[in-house]
């Protein structure tokens, strides 16, 4: 599941935005869920702070790691473990 | 009365609501009679989304501390 | 058969990191660079000083790995020890003249009103992130500001650490900080203005 899709999801949870299936299936796994519950309650708090739905979310768009530097990373490491 | 300089000047303060309440209430009423600042005030706050989400990647996975029951109760729900 | 939950595949890829796997390492450096890569680009303009921040970044987080919290989120741990590698770097490089903000603020006239205040942005956040063009457009603007400043926005806003712990990291007072991340708030927004007033062409 991408970022995307997890937050639309609970976007539309929350604005009641769901099909009645969905709704009550995924309301279903809540009823017996203490964690799920928990975060979805710290994911509202955060909502109603004014961050609106990106908080949560530290992954920065990937950038393309040119080959040479990952070998150069590598090599650091085994310089490191050999010590 | 404070000027629309002023406002903007102090609006990070105001938005934090660091300014005393006095100052604060003044501010409350610069915004509800000046609808420059009004529309300031609104792009400044959506200024400061916009930069946060920009830098996030909505199609990498889904949260780390996401539980995993959650995103599968999801799924399921998703796939009625 | 069931997909591995995150948890586990991050404790196994520990274990292997903790033994001196090189396959482990290989994974971690793998999974995760790109991610990091973009981190330190953020924060550091040129491309050398961002690989060579990265390359910090990970010499750091294998030297800490015994000091690793169990119940702690590999990501969040080296997405920090990504930053503070960039600020280092930031630190160690000669400053360079860097253009006015007073440029890139709002202007006033005598009276206090604002020059040219123009139309509102009508259109909320959610709808206009849709579109991948705003994404790119806001983190180019964000580019073009001012190194003191687009590295406390980027702090403060993006990263989301708090005022005290930015001014630690920077090695200036609070108040610093504050007026830093207003002016770049303010910089921002007048970047982004031709883009999303509602006149716009």
């Known amino acids: 599941m991408t970022c995307r899709e997890f937050i639309e999801f609970l976007w539309q949870y929350l604005s009641k935005d769901l099909s009645a299936d969905e709704r009550a299936q995924f309301e279903a796994h809540l009823a017996r869920c203490a964690p799920c519950v928990r975060y979805l309650k710290s994911y509202q708090e955060t909502i109603r702070a004014g961050k609106g739905s990106f908080t949560n979310l530290d992954d920065p768009v990937p950038a393309e790691v040119p080959e040479e530097l990952v070998y150069a990373i590598l090599l650091s490491w085994s310089k490191h473990e050999r010590r | 009365m404070i000027t629309c300089r002023d406002f903007i000047e102090f609006l990070a303060d105001y938005l934090a609501r660091e300014l005393p309440a006095q100052q604060h209430t003044v501010f409350d009423e610069h915004v509800a009679d000046c609808p420059n600042c009004s529309a300031y005030l609104r792009s400044y706050t ?24 959650l995103l599968e109760a999801i799924r399921a729900a998703r796939s009625k | ?13 520990l274990v292997g990191l903790r033994a001196g796997d090189q396959v482990a390492c290989e994974k971690l450096v793998r999974t995760y660079s790109g991610r990091l890569l973009a981190v330190t680009r953020r924060f550091l303009h040129n491309e050398d000083d961002a690989r060579d921040a990265l390359q ?8 800490a790995l015994p000091t690793f919290a169990e119940g702690s989120l590999l990501s969040t741990w080296l997405h920090r020890i990504a930053v503070n590698a960039a600020l280092m770097k ?48 806001v983190r180019e603007c964000i580019e073009r500001l001012p190194e003191t400043y687009r ?3 980027l702090l403060r ?12 990291l920077l090695e200036v007072s609070p108040n610093a900080v504050k007026i830093r991340l207003h002016r770049a708030r303010q910089a921002l927004r007048e970047l982004l203005d031709p883009h999303f007033r509602e006149d716009r062409p």
């Open chain 3, 1 to 13: 058969m069931k997909p591995s939950s995150p948890d586990s595949d991050e404790a196994a890829l």
């Open chain 3, 56 to 63: 910090d970044a990970f010499l750091s987080a294998f030297r």
């Open chain 3, 90 to 137: 930031l630190r160690t490089r000669r400053r360079r003249p860097e253009d006015p903000i007073e440029d890139l603020l709002p202007t006033f006239v005598e009276d206090g009103h604002r020059v040219n205040p123009g139309p509102d942005w009508k259109e909320p956040a959610e709808v206009v992130l849709q579109r991948q063009e705003t994404r790119v457009l």
């Open chain 3, 151 to 153: 590295t406390v926005l």
């Open chain 2, 46 to 69: 959506m200024t400061v989304k916009l930069g946060k989400a920009a830098c996030t990647d909505l199609d990498g996975p889904a949260p780390a501390e996401v539980p995993e029951k």
């Open chain 3, 157 to 168: 806003d993006i990263e989301e650490l708090d005022t005290e712990e930015v001014a630690r």
